[in-house]
């Protein structure tokens, strides 16, 4: 199973651009990336996913290197509703299944 | 659809008593995933069953716990005997399609004296 490493936590101001990055050095072949989002006391909530290049959809951006070693969620223009902790994960479509949530970025967003 | 749905919401129980967590997925949807979270130890997948069947329970902490899946509609985690250790937030997600997006419960806090 691939290993994610995230920053613990970020802060940002209200309007600006927060990028976080994530590490996976032992993403495989058939493994997907895929960023939960999770507010207190609520489950995780999908965000986005992709397997390379970029991807883009109404909430956010991922942009994935050509080596797939990591990737980056990139939430344009924060507001205070984006305090969150945002988890990255690899996992595969096929073969065995597992999610493994690393400890997250918790992310403040301050007015 | 009204989503994952979990109850009860919040459950407060004395040690050595039984807990059961009871889990309605999103009709439709083939895997059904039980996750624990805690400050200590963050999220942690307990168990999944792809289309009733378990899958792989090796995040169940112990033999105390216990899952189950009679139909593609209901599930349940047990908990018996309940230790102050267990005292958590119990999640319950499912997702339509293996590695596809996994929508959550709101969850169910336990707290065990």
């Known amino acids: 199973l691939a290993k994610t490493t995230q920053p613990i936590s970020m802060d940002s101001y209200e309007g600006q651009e927060v990028n976080i990055t994530c590490s996976h050095n032992?993403?495989?072949?058939?493994?997907?990336i895929t960023w939960y989002q999770q507010f207190p006391s609520q489950g995780p909530r999908f965000i986005i996913q992709?397997?390379?290049t970029k991807v883009t959809n109404e909430v956010a951006s991922l942009f994935i290197p050509a080596d797939r070693k990591s990737s980056t969620l990139s939430l344009p223009r924060v507001s205070l509703s984006d305090t969150a902790v945002y988890y990255c994960?690899?996992?595969?479509?096929?073969?065995?299944?597992?999610?493994?949530f690393g400890a997250g970025t918790r992310l403040f967003v301050k007015a | 659809d009204a989503g994952v749905i979990q109850s009860p919401r919040h459950e407060v129980t004395e040690m050595g008593q039984e807990v059961t967590l009871r889990c309605k997925p999103i009709?439709?949807?083939?895997?059904l995933f039980w996750y624990r979270q805690t400050m200590m130890r963050g999220l942690e997948l307990l168990i999944y069953?792809?289309?009733?069947?378990?899958?792989?329970d090796s995040g169940m902490p112990e033999d105390r716990f216990s899952a189950k899946m009679p139909n593609a509609s209901f599930s349940t985690l047990k908990i018996q005997p309940s230790e102050p250790r267990d005292s958590a937030v119990y999640f319950c997600?499912?997702?339509?399609?293996?590695?596809?997006?996994?929508?959550f419960g709101p969850g169910t806090r336990l707290l065990v004296l």
């Open positions: 997600a499912s997702s339509l399609i293996k590695g596809e997006t996994q929508y």
């Open positions: 032992n993403i495989a072949t058939n493994d997907y």
């Open positions: 992709g397997y390379k």
């Open positions: 994960l690899v996992g595969g479509h096929t073969g065995g299944f597992k999610t493994i």
């Open positions: 009709s439709g949807h083939d895997y």
């Open positions: 069953f792809n289309n009733n069947v378990p899958i792989d």
